[in-house]
């Protein structure tokens, strides 16, 4: 079985910055497209970043496009996210699948999911 399990979600201001985690374990290979994803209320889940370990090939949703990054070490694939806004608030979700490649791939896309972390932003 495999396991995501994210981190460091917290509630921040406007214009600040925030580092989220995600440990990978199991049967989870670099050939696996690593995204995340968020949802607020009354909204759909969206993709923000994508990556695929294997050849560091990325996509990032124009939202967050020079703002947030995504990167991937050892078995953790992280997400920083600087300059946030309050549209930036959801659950943020760690989401891996075995699509070989990650350019705007759909939630179902992805087999295996985290539980989620908060992230809210804020005056």
């Known amino acids: 079985k495999a396991q995501l399990v994210e981190s460091g979600g917290a509630s921040v201001q406007p214009g600040e910055y925030l580092t989220l985690s995600c440990a990978i374990s199991?049967?989870?290979?670099?050939?696996?497209?690593v995204g995340w994803f968020r949802q607020a209320p009354g909204k759909s889940r969206e993709g923000v970043p994508q990556?695929?370990?294997?050849?560091?090939a990325t996509w990032y949703n124009y939202a967050v496009q020079g703002r947030f990054t995504i990167s991937q070490r050892t078995n953790f694939v992280y997400l920083r996210m600087t300059d946030v806004r309050p549209e930036d608030t959801g659950m943020y979700y760690c989401?891996?699948?075995?699509?070989?490649?990650?350019?705007?791939?759909?939630?179902?896309?992805?087999?295996?999911w985290g539980q989620g972390t908060q992230v809210t932003v804020s005056s």
């Open positions: 990556i695929l370990p294997a050849t560091a």
């Open positions: 989401a891996a699948g075995g699509s070989y490649y990650c350019s705007n791939r759909r939630p179902s896309d992805f087999e295996y």
């Open positions: 199991g049967d989870i290979s670099r050939r696996h497209c």
